[in-house]
Protein backbone atom coordinates (compact mmCIF):
# COMPACT_ATOMS: atom_id res chain seq x y z
CA UNK A 1 0.00 0.00 0.00
CA UNK A 2 1.17 3.29 -0.78
CA UNK A 3 3.10 4.77 2.60
CA UNK A 4 4.75 8.44 3.11
CA UNK A 5 6.51 8.48 6.59
CA UNK A 6 8.38 11.82 7.34
CA UNK A 7 11.27 11.79 9.61
CA UNK A 8 14.05 14.06 11.00
CA UNK A 9 11.90 16.61 13.11
CA UNK A 10 12.99 17.39 16.60
CA UNK A 11 13.86 20.74 18.83
CA UNK A 12 16.22 23.21 17.07
CA UNK A 13 17.39 26.47 18.36
CA UNK A 14 16.72 29.26 16.49
CA UNK A 15 19.20 30.15 13.80
CA UNK A 16 20.21 26.67 13.38
CA UNK A 17 18.96 23.95 10.56
CA UNK A 18 17.49 20.76 10.04
CA UNK A 19 16.48 18.07 7.79
CA UNK A 20 13.27 16.56 7.16
CA UNK A 21 12.90 13.02 4.73
CA UNK A 22 10.00 11.88 3.40
CA UNK A 23 10.59 8.24 2.51
CA UNK A 24 7.95 6.69 0.20
CA UNK A 25 6.79 2.81 -0.38
CA UNK A 26 4.45 1.64 -2.11
CA UNK A 27 4.49 3.13 -5.54
CA UNK A 28 6.93 4.51 -7.87
CA UNK A 29 8.09 8.05 -6.37
CA UNK A 30 9.78 8.88 -9.47
CA UNK A 31 6.54 9.36 -11.22
CA UNK A 32 5.02 11.52 -8.73
CA UNK A 33 5.46 15.48 -7.23
CA UNK A 34 5.84 15.72 -3.80
CA UNK A 35 4.75 18.75 -1.19
CA UNK A 36 5.48 19.49 2.28
CA UNK A 37 2.81 21.14 4.17
CA UNK A 38 3.11 22.10 7.52
CA UNK A 39 0.76 22.97 10.69
CA UNK A 40 1.70 24.92 13.74
CA UNK A 41 0.29 23.90 16.86
CA UNK A 42 -3.73 24.54 17.05
CA UNK A 43 -3.61 26.29 13.82
CA UNK A 44 -4.54 25.24 10.14
CA UNK A 45 -3.12 24.12 6.98
CA UNK A 46 -0.22 25.95 4.99
CA UNK A 47 1.59 24.72 2.21
CA UNK A 48 5.18 24.90 2.18
CA UNK A 49 7.09 23.46 -1.21
CA UNK A 50 6.83 21.44 -3.95
CA UNK A 51 9.19 19.35 -6.32
CA UNK A 52 8.25 17.96 -9.35
CA UNK A 53 9.03 14.04 -10.14
CA UNK A 54 12.35 14.52 -11.90
CA UNK A 55 13.31 17.70 -9.61
CA UNK A 56 13.40 20.44 -11.92
CA UNK A 57 10.92 22.41 -11.41
CA UNK A 58 10.47 23.83 -7.16
CA UNK A 59 8.21 26.02 -5.76
CA UNK A 60 8.18 27.65 -2.47
CA UNK A 61 5.60 29.32 -0.55
CA UNK A 62 7.34 32.95 0.26
CA UNK A 63 7.78 33.01 3.53
CA UNK A 64 10.38 30.24 3.73
CA UNK A 65 12.01 31.22 -0.09
CA UNK A 66 15.49 31.54 0.91
CA UNK A 67 15.73 29.44 3.92
CA UNK A 68 14.14 26.03 2.68
CA UNK A 69 14.99 24.13 0.35
CA UNK A 70 13.46 20.70 -1.38
CA UNK A 71 15.15 18.41 -3.14
CA UNK A 72 14.14 14.33 -4.05
CA UNK A 73 16.49 10.80 -4.47
CA UNK A 74 14.17 8.83 -6.71
CA UNK A 75 16.87 5.68 -5.96
CA UNK A 76 16.21 6.10 -2.68
CA UNK A 77 12.43 6.90 -2.63
CA UNK A 78 12.94 9.80 -0.33
CA UNK A 79 12.49 13.30 -0.92
CA UNK A 80 13.65 15.94 1.51
CA UNK A 81 13.17 19.15 2.98
CA UNK A 82 16.73 21.29 4.34
CA UNK A 83 15.57 24.06 6.56
CA UNK A 84 18.02 26.78 7.62
CA UNK A 85 17.94 29.91 9.57
CA UNK A 86 14.71 28.69 11.40
CA UNK A 87 12.48 30.67 13.38
CA UNK A 88 9.82 30.23 16.04
CA UNK A 89 7.18 30.33 13.77
CA UNK A 90 8.64 27.38 11.67
CA UNK A 91 7.47 25.36 14.69
CA UNK A 92 4.59 23.12 13.61
CA UNK A 93 4.35 19.43 12.12
CA UNK A 94 5.39 19.00 8.95
CA UNK A 95 3.68 16.71 6.42
CA UNK A 96 4.47 15.12 3.42
CA UNK A 97 2.13 14.45 0.55
CA UNK A 98 1.90 12.83 -3.42
CA UNK A 99 0.36 14.54 -5.59
CA UNK A 100 0.19 13.32 -9.85
CA UNK A 101 1.98 16.97 -10.52
CA UNK A 102 2.65 20.26 -9.34
CA UNK A 103 -0.80 21.82 -9.80
CA UNK A 104 -2.91 18.59 -8.28
CA UNK A 105 -4.62 17.65 -5.43
CA UNK A 106 -2.95 15.60 -2.24
CA UNK A 107 -3.69 12.13 -2.42
CA UNK A 108 -1.59 10.70 0.37
CA UNK A 109 0.21 11.99 3.01
CA UNK A 110 2.59 11.26 5.36
CA UNK A 111 1.68 11.25 9.37
CA UNK A 112 4.25 14.02 9.67
CA UNK A 113 6.91 15.40 11.81
CA UNK A 114 6.82 17.66 14.43
CA UNK A 115 9.41 20.35 14.67
CA UNK A 116 10.28 22.77 17.10
CA UNK A 117 12.28 26.47 16.64
CA UNK A 118 13.10 27.14 20.64
CA UNK A 119 16.08 28.30 22.69
CA UNK B 1 -1.95 34.61 -3.64
CA UNK B 2 -6.10 33.08 -3.74
CA UNK B 3 -7.35 33.59 -0.55
CA UNK B 4 -9.62 31.38 0.08
CA UNK B 5 -12.24 31.76 3.40
CA UNK B 6 -14.42 29.07 4.98
CA UNK B 7 -17.79 29.51 6.57
CA UNK B 8 -18.77 28.59 9.53
CA UNK B 9 -15.74 28.57 11.50
CA UNK B 10 -17.50 25.99 13.49
CA UNK B 11 -20.66 24.08 12.83
CA UNK B 12 -22.90 22.44 15.42
CA UNK B 13 -24.86 19.47 14.38
CA UNK B 14 -26.51 16.25 15.38
CA UNK B 15 -25.14 12.73 13.40
CA UNK B 16 -28.48 12.11 11.02
CA UNK B 17 -28.03 16.21 10.25
CA UNK B 18 -26.98 17.20 7.01
CA UNK B 19 -24.25 19.44 6.95
CA UNK B 20 -23.08 22.12 4.09
CA UNK B 21 -20.07 24.13 4.52
CA UNK B 22 -18.53 26.80 2.35
CA UNK B 23 -15.71 28.10 0.59
CA UNK B 24 -15.38 31.39 -1.28
CA UNK B 25 -11.82 32.56 -3.16
CA UNK B 26 -10.41 35.71 -3.23
CA UNK B 27 -10.34 35.19 -7.21
CA UNK B 28 -11.60 32.86 -9.31
CA UNK B 29 -10.43 29.41 -9.08
CA UNK B 30 -11.27 26.66 -12.26
CA UNK B 31 -13.12 23.73 -10.86
CA UNK B 32 -10.76 21.39 -11.47
CA UNK B 33 -7.85 22.72 -8.72
CA UNK B 34 -10.43 22.89 -6.17
CA UNK B 35 -10.63 20.07 -3.10
CA UNK B 36 -11.89 19.35 -0.15
CA UNK B 37 -9.80 17.28 2.60
CA UNK B 38 -10.91 15.78 5.92
CA UNK B 39 -8.49 15.78 9.41
CA UNK B 40 -9.62 13.87 12.44
CA UNK B 41 -7.40 15.03 15.77
CA UNK B 42 -3.94 14.00 15.52
CA UNK B 43 -4.06 12.71 11.73
CA UNK B 44 -2.53 13.80 8.43
CA UNK B 45 -5.38 15.07 6.41
CA UNK B 46 -7.27 12.82 3.96
CA UNK B 47 -8.44 13.58 0.11
CA UNK B 48 -12.34 13.93 0.13
CA UNK B 49 -13.29 15.79 -2.83
CA UNK B 50 -11.01 16.72 -6.05
CA UNK B 51 -11.81 18.76 -8.93
CA UNK B 52 -14.21 20.35 -6.73
CA UNK B 53 -16.79 17.26 -7.08
CA UNK B 54 -15.48 14.23 -7.97
CA UNK B 55 -15.04 11.61 -5.22
CA UNK B 56 -11.51 10.51 -3.88
CA UNK B 57 -11.21 6.54 -3.51
CA UNK B 58 -13.13 5.22 -0.62
CA UNK B 59 -14.80 8.24 0.04
CA UNK B 60 -18.71 7.66 1.10
CA UNK B 61 -21.61 8.79 -1.30
CA UNK B 62 -23.04 11.15 1.31
CA UNK B 63 -20.11 13.36 0.59
CA UNK B 64 -20.67 15.94 -2.12
CA UNK B 65 -18.94 18.76 -3.48
CA UNK B 66 -19.84 21.39 -5.68
CA UNK B 67 -19.63 25.11 -6.82
CA UNK B 68 -17.39 27.04 -9.44
CA UNK B 69 -15.37 30.45 -9.64
CA UNK B 70 -15.29 31.64 -6.45
CA UNK B 71 -18.39 29.77 -3.97
CA UNK B 72 -17.83 26.01 -3.24
CA UNK B 73 -19.32 23.67 -0.83
CA UNK B 74 -18.79 20.14 0.37
CA UNK B 75 -21.86 19.30 1.52
CA UNK B 76 -22.17 15.91 4.08
CA UNK B 77 -26.21 14.21 3.42
CA UNK B 78 -26.78 12.45 7.04
CA UNK B 79 -24.00 13.17 9.26
CA UNK B 80 -22.34 9.66 10.69
CA UNK B 81 -20.70 10.36 14.07
CA UNK B 82 -17.09 9.70 12.07
CA UNK B 83 -17.68 12.69 10.51
CA UNK B 84 -17.31 15.27 13.37
CA UNK B 85 -13.71 16.72 12.23
CA UNK B 86 -11.91 19.41 10.78
CA UNK B 87 -12.68 20.63 6.65
CA UNK B 88 -10.74 22.05 5.04
CA UNK B 89 -10.58 23.72 1.02
CA UNK B 90 -7.38 24.13 -0.99
CA UNK B 91 -6.82 25.65 -4.31
CA UNK B 92 -3.69 23.72 -6.19
CA UNK B 93 -4.15 25.81 -9.38
CA UNK B 94 -2.21 28.80 -8.95
CA UNK B 95 0.97 28.93 -6.66
CA UNK B 96 1.41 29.27 -3.78
CA UNK B 97 -1.29 26.58 -3.28
CA UNK B 98 -3.58 27.55 -0.53
CA UNK B 99 -5.99 26.20 2.13
CA UNK B 100 -8.58 27.56 3.55
CA UNK B 101 -8.81 28.30 7.39
CA UNK B 102 -10.85 25.12 7.88
CA UNK B 103 -14.57 24.79 9.67
CA UNK B 104 -15.28 22.67 12.88
CA UNK B 105 -17.56 20.46 12.11
CA UNK B 106 -18.67 19.41 16.32
CA UNK B 107 -21.95 17.32 17.64
CA UNK B 108 -24.42 19.33 19.42
Known amino acids: QVQLVESGGGVVQPGRSLRLSCEASGFTLSTYALHWVRQAPGKGLEWVAV????????YYVDSVKGRFTISRDNSKSTVFLQMNSLRGDDTAVYYC????????????WGQGTLVTVSS | EIVLTQSPGTLSLSPGERATLSCRAS???????LGWYQQKPGQAPRLLIY???SRATGIPDRFSGSGSGTDFTLTISRLEPEDFAVYYC?????????FGQGTRLEIK
Open chain 2, 27 to 33: HSVTSYF
Open chain 2, 90 to 98: QQYGSSPIT
Open chain 1, 51 to 58: ISYDGVNK
Open chain 1, 97 to 108: ARSSDTRNNFDY
Open chain 2, 51 to 53: GAS
